[in-house]
């Protein structure tokens, strides 16, 4: 599967690298025709103020929104996630509005704003355990009824799904557990076990 990575800015080489540990081609994205046979997207984590003026300076949210809307696999992580919202709070930027939910930036504040942590028991099966690192982390709230919470830690939901859609507000591609990045490609968890 050849999977792109929205690299206007952000952590994308680290996105390749998880992304190839699942068997997939990673392929940088900074222009429309580079969406052309993607089977899945990318949008990493990063300043999701940057990453929004270069959205409009390529001309890419209309092409990103279409890449969703039909059908494709989007992840957004942590800046990405920021950008998949219908919402964005606390310096407020322009979203694709993909996923039907509240992003509020840095909402962890200042003196705790990187940390990592494990998902609360109760996560969808196959994510149990998940360990999720934080870097001035957003909050997701008031998720829409078409919104699935995959995920909590400390009770907030840090991984949601759309249909085709995902939202972590951490960042899988920082550690070795390649179980969000082949949620992306498969669409669907292993059972527990595999
Ligand atoms: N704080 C950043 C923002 O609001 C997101 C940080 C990240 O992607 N690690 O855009």
Do not use: W
Request: with cysteine.
């Amino acid at each position: 599967m050849r999977v792109g990575i929205l690299a206007i800015q952000g952590d994308c080489d680290a996105h390749a690298a998880a992304l190839r540990r699942v068997g997939a081609e990673p392929v940088r994205v900074l222009h429309e025709k580079d969406l052309d046979g993607l089977d899945a997207l990318v949008l990493p984590g990063g300043e999701s103020t940057t990453i929004a003026k270069g959205l409009e300076r390529l001309a890419l949210y209309e092409p990103l929104r279409a890449f969703a809307l039909a059908g494709r696999p989007v992840l957004g992580t942590c800046a990405g996630a920021i950008l998949l919202a219908r919402e964005v709070e606390h310096h407020p930027v322009r979203s694709l509005g993909l996923v039907d939910v509240v992003a509020v930036r840095n909402a962890y504040g200042t003196q705790v704003d990187s940390f990592a942590a494990p998902v609360d028991s109760g996560a969808a099966a196959g994510l149990e355990g998940l360990r999720c690192v934080f870097i001035r982390a957003p909050r997701l709230r008031d998720p829409g009824p078409q919104v699935e919470v995959l995920a909590r830690v400390e009770g907030a939901p840090v991984l949601l799904r759309q249909g085709n859609r995902l939202a972590a507000t951490f960042h899988p591609e920082l550690t070795d557990d390649p179980r969000v990045h082949a949620l992306l490609l498969r669409g669907e968890l292993d059972p527990p076990g595999c």
